[in-house]
């Protein structure tokens, strides 16, 4: 890998771990100040907010200009939704403003990667990439769990500014605090990250030609008869990955008895797992491969609503783990093809942007139907239910489509994958 790699994935640790922290605190600033059950919910579609609003227009962003810098500005950006929830805006709100920071950062992130590296180590790439992130999702979701908890959080209290009177006097809001100092941390290493010979790529010059040029892009991509599969299947499954993040803490919390803090370790024992399978899928998996875990994602469906039968920590943790490793081992050969095929299609700016519009769009949706399921009156577990059989049903269509594009046309898929087997420049 080039020494460019390393600086991008050290930014990536950063500014992810404190993204992780800070929605376990947010969590716990909502529950803490009364919020109903339905609004802490409400995190994970209010953080994808952005991402599906803006979408038309980070990827130009990310393409017109050099990608350390937008990586850069992007968590500037996160560190002003924590000023912004710290200092009298609603929680949902504040947290968008720092998954508008996040719809930012994403296309720079995935973007660099194919025009740092050739085709032929981008799953091994994608693979440190996901492992570090998911590290990164274990470490974050401890960190926010400690913070708030009863030993870490009276000590942030007990810290004085001299001659500052902050008004920060809860838990929640010294943690948010301290996890500034992570996004400043990230946003040091994101100007030390080189610049690639890819030449820049200029931004329409009106709102509604950028609107057009990325609807282009997305047809373009959901047209390709490998690209449409490989984006069906990493939308479903950052979709269910996204919300299971607080499905967890919600399970955990009814089927266990758990406290923010020791549920944010299960969610944390899920990551580990998908870093496990992240890690064995870029050891084993070739990107002309990458098509054979569409079964996964059917399994993924079908464990999540087996979470409801289990009721002992012993049994849930190994559980939670085979369910991450299922993820981690469909994702990595997926994301590295669909960044393939989009890499041919279009700019990788642009490509991530719609990778980023419709996996994100997932995420509100699936959130959507889950905050919707809580705030009608039902529990956890029939949430649960109806939410796995949602994702296990639709992985089942998209292995239907993939099968039916096979036969019909055979000789185009044949192609694209001869095309992902040999391309190594």
């Not at 605190?25 to 994808?48: H, I, K, N, Y």
């Not at 419709?358 to 956890?380: D, K, P, V, W």
């Not at 649960?384 to 998209?398: H, N």
């Amino acid at each position: 890998m080039k020494k460019g790699f390393y600086t991008i994935m050290s930014a990536q640790f950063f500014s992810s771990l404190a993204d992780n922290a800070l929605f376990v605190a947010a969590v716990e600033l909502l529950r803490t100040g009364g919020a109903a059950e339905w609004q802490r919910a409400a995190l994970v579609p209010m953080f994808a907010l952005f991402y599906v609003v803006l979408a038309p227009f980070v990827g130009a962003f990310a393409d017109a200009v050099p990608k350390g810098k937008v990586m850069f500005v992007s968590n500037t950006i996160k560190v002003a939704g924590c000023l912004l929830m710290l200092f009298g805006t609603h929680p949902l709100a504040a947290y968008a403003i720092v998954g508008l920071g996040a719809a930012a950062y994403s296309p720079a992130k995935y973007g660099i990667l194919t025009e740092l590296l050739p085709p032929s180590q981008l799953v091994k790439a994608n693979g440190w990439i996901e492992g570090l992130t998911i590290g990164s999702i274990i470490l974050g979701v401890l960190l926010g769990g400690q913070l708030v908890g009863p030993r870490i959080a009276p000590l942030l209290l007990g810290i004085e500014m001299p001659l500052l009177d902050t008004g920060i006097d809860t838990g929640p809001e010294a943690a948010i605090a301290s996890l500034i100092i992570l996004y400043v941390l990230a946003a040091l290493f994101n100007l030390y990250i080189p610049r690639t010979d890819a030449p820049l790529q200029p931004m329409p010059r009106s709102v509604v030609a950028m609107v057009r040029d990325f609807s282009t892009c997305n047809a373009r991509l959901w047209s390709d008869k490998l690209g449409q599969i490989s984006l069906a299947t990493t939308t479903l499954f950052w979709g269910v990955s996204g919300n299971l993040r607080y499905i967890v803490l919600a399970w955990a919390a009814a089927a266990l008895g758990y406290t923010t803090t020791q549920a944010s370790s299960l969610v944390g024992v899920v990551a580990i797992g998908t870093a496990v399978g992240a890690v064995i899928a870029s050891v084993r998996m070739r990107l002309d491969q990458a098509t054979s875990v569409i079964p996964l994602g059917v399994a993924m469906g079908v464990l999540v609503i087996a979470m409801n039968f289990i009721g002992n920590v012993w049994v849930a943790a190994p559980f939670l783990i085979v369910l991450g490793a299922l993820g981690g081992f469909l994702v990595v050969p997926m994301n590295a093809l669909l960044q393939h095929r989009g890499h041919n299609l279009m700019g990788a700016g642009r490509s991530i942007a719609v990778q980023n519009f419709n996996e994100q769009a997932c995420i509100l949706g699936l959130g959507a139907f889950y905050t919707g399921m809580t705030r009608m009156g039902l529990s956890a577990f029939g949430a649960i239910t109806l939410f796995g059989l949602v994702v296990a049903g639709t992985m089942w269509l998209i292995g239907r489509w993939h099968l039916r594009n096979t036969v019909q046309h055979r000789d185009e898929v044949e192609h694209l994958l001869t095309l992902a087997r040999s391309d190594k420049h």
